[in-house]
């Protein structure tokens, strides 16, 4: 029994001393960030991203601060941070969205330019060419670049989040001059020939703008300078023609 003791004693020092060394590991060199790597970017440089995400090289990757590096890559109006993981023992992998302008709204005497979330990437002055959809008619509230649009009317930033949306996942951007939000459950867009679009509540929103890429609808409008197009019911498109 004393035998059977003892071993259970020199098995739990043992145990005890892998602990130890195990953690004075973990302070050293065993576990200290080396490498950085940054996932998902396209336009803003790597090392951009790593010099405002402020990790210091050689640091204790368990005393590695992630909402801290979240805020600072987020400064940048025109970066979301996706995940922040760390690859023990000495990495930590970032990946990032790079966010795409989708539309513009006059403001006073300025201009704001958004993303599809409705955040404010940039405020400028007149543009010498509007390359985006102007957003009409929303009554602003406040607003910080890189914060999100706030209007007196959420529901408006919302509708307008499902229009650009929809937009941008079906790539028609291009094809849209302005957006018309005066009232969010019936929304309006003309498109770059001067069509009038009715989209209507925010619901379907992706079935609604598909036609907008459908042969026969494209057909339908050619030639026409103006006229409404409805797809408040995305199962039943009507044209109405100025020449009718």
């Keep these: 029994m004393k035998g059977t003791k003892a071993k259970k004693y020199r098995l739990l020092i043992l145990l005890l001393l892998l602990a130890i060394t195990g953690i004075v590991y973990m302070g050293t060199e065993g576990f200290v960030i080396k490498e950085i790597t940054v996932l998902g970017n396209e336009n803003i440089a790597k090392e951009d991203i790593v010099k405002r995400a402020g990790i210091p090289i050689k640091q204790n990757i368990f005393k590695f601060n992630k909402e801290l590096t979240k805020e600072r890559i987020e400064s ?16 930590i992998v970032i990946e990032v969205r790079e966010k795409k302008p989708s539309a513009i709204i006059p403001y006073l005497n300025s201009y704001f330019i958004i993303d599809e979330k409705c955040f404010i990437m940039e405020i400028i002055n007149e543009p010498e060419n509007i390359e985006y959809p102007l957003v009409q008619d929303l009554e602003i509230r406040n607003f910080t670049v890189g914060g999100k649009l706030s209007t007196s009317e959420e529901y408006q930033t919302k509708v307008l989040s499902r229009v650009l949306e929809a937009m941008d996942k079906l790539e028609l951007g ?49 030639g026409f300078s103006g006229g409404i197009l409805d797809l408040s019911t995305p199962s039943k498109p009507v044209f109405y023609s100025d020449e009718n």
Excluded: C, F, H
């Design 76 to 91: 940048d109006p025109y970066l979301e941070v996706l995940s922040i993981d760390p690859k023990y023992p000495d990495e």
């Design 174 to 222: 291009s094809l849209v001059s302005e957006i018309m939000m005066g009232d969010p459950n019936d929304v309006e867009i003309i498109l770059t020939d001067g069509i009038w679009v009715r989209l209507g509540q925010a619901i379907d929103m992706d079935k609604k703008m598909l036609w907008l890429k459908s042969d026969d609808i494209k057909d339908t409008i050619t």
